[in-house]
């Protein structure tokens, strides 16, 4: 599976957008990117995924870089509630190998949202 | 229930003593995952189970883990002759599929400690 890079930690003041950067610069054509995240002491949860072109939903836009080598995900006003650890990660997308849909987590970026 | 259940949600043991940590799925759910979380670290993957597959097994850390899944639902985590380092959350998830759009639901996770 391609590795992921994300800053350790980030700080975000509330009501301002916050971009998470992650680097997956040895992501191969079959792999998705897909973000989570965990706020303390719950289970890890789903926010968005894409292959290379943006997405946006309810909770968050992504966007991926043409060369897909890194990808930003944005919070566009970003709560209190939103302090989590965001996970970054690249998962096979069809079908071929063991690895196919396994999810592989790395360190991830420790966001705090400060009033 | 609607989301992934694990039972117990905490766990006390002794140094030697097995264990067993149970997950239930989301009914329909073909995937299912378990992962550890040991303190102020990012999930560790375990053992992933899709349909009727093979288990990929590669993330077990010792032969004293071991897991099965009953009639592809209920799953069970096994550690044998528990250790002091074997003590962390461990996460069940579970997915409709390995596909794109197959996002992945944790469990609260069963906290354990060896004692």
């Known amino acids: 599976d391609a590795k992921t890079t994300q800053p350790p930690s980030m700080d975000c003041a509330e009501g301002r957008a916050a971009n998470l950067p992650c680097n997956h610069s040895?992501?191969?054509?079959?792999?998705?990117v897909y973000w989570y995240r965990q706020i303390h002491s719950q289970g890890p949860q789903y926010i968005i995924h894409?292959?290379?072109n943006n997405e946006t939903n309810e909770m968050a836009s992504l966007i991926i870089t043409e060369d897909r080598k890194s990808s930003t995900l944005i919070l566009p006003h970003a709560t209190l509630r939103d302090t989590a650890v965001y996970y970054c990660i690249v998962r096979v997308g069809n079908a071929g190998g063991t690895s196919y849909g396994k999810l592989t987590f790395g360190q991830g970026t420790i966001l705090t949202v400060h009033p | 229930g609607a989301g992934v259940s694990q039972s117990p949600s905490n766990k006390v043991t002794e140094k030697g003593k097995d264990v067993e940590l149970r997950c239930d799925p989301i009914s329909g759910h073909t995937a299912l995952y378990w992962y550890r979380q040991s303190l102020g670290q990012g999930l560790e993957f375990l053992i992933y189970?899709?349909?009727?597959?093979?288990?990929?097994k590669s993330g077990l850390p010792s032969d004293r883990f071991s897991a099965e899944r009953t009639g592809g639902s209920v799953s069970t985590l096994t550690i044998q002759r528990t250790q002091q380092e074997d003590s962390a959350v461990y996460l069940c998830?579970?997915?409709?599929?390995?596909?794109?759009?197959?996002?992945?639901?944790f469990g609260q996770g069963t906290r354990l400690t060896v004692v």
């Open positions: 040895t992501i191969s054509g079959n792999e998705y």
């Open positions: 189970f899709q349909g009727n597959s093979a288990p990929d």
């Open positions: 894409g292959l290379k």
């Open positions: 998830a579970s997915s409709l599929g390995r596909g794109t759009n197959t996002e992945a639901f």
